[in-house]
């Protein structure tokens, strides 16, 4: 196991592209028996799963947005076109709205190596809530 006690996704292959899907929601995540947090995580984990890629995939990645304010996905680490980078203060990456989603599409270029992916919209209040998860390369 890569990360343990973490999900894992490890993409679906469609003509040649490795598509992933991450919803941003509330969460309500058990951390000892009978004790719970609530915040906001990706497919109902906080942390959010670790995306599992290769040098040279080329990805798509589906983030949906149940949250109830926009947010949006950096990929830390990752030399990707500014289009992709979540940094939506700073770059024309785009935030996605409650109820919408966008798909961030690039290739994986940089060397293996652990690295990790959060929001860059409202980052002090998100990511406190929890929106953040990891990378693996083999």
Known sequence: M????IHQLFGEMKDGVKH?????EPVKQE?????YMEGWGYNGSIPGPTLVVN???????RVNNQLPEPTSV???????????????????SPS???GQYHDY????????????YHTHYNPMKQQMMGLAGGRVYY
Request: net charge negative; charged share 20%.
């Open 31 to 35: 951390i000892l028996k009978g004790l």
């Open 55 to 61: 040098p040279g995939d080329k990805v798509s990645i």
């Open 2 to 5: 890569l990360t343990p006690d």
């Open 74 to 92: 950096h990929w830390h680490g990752l030399d990707i076109p500014e289009i992709a980078d979540g940094g939506v203060e700073l770059q024309p």
């Open 105 to 116: 599409e690039f290739t994986v270029i940089n060397s293996p190596g652990a690295h990790m």
């Open 20 to 24: 992933f899907e991450l919803t941003a």
């Open 96 to 98: 996605i709205e409650p």
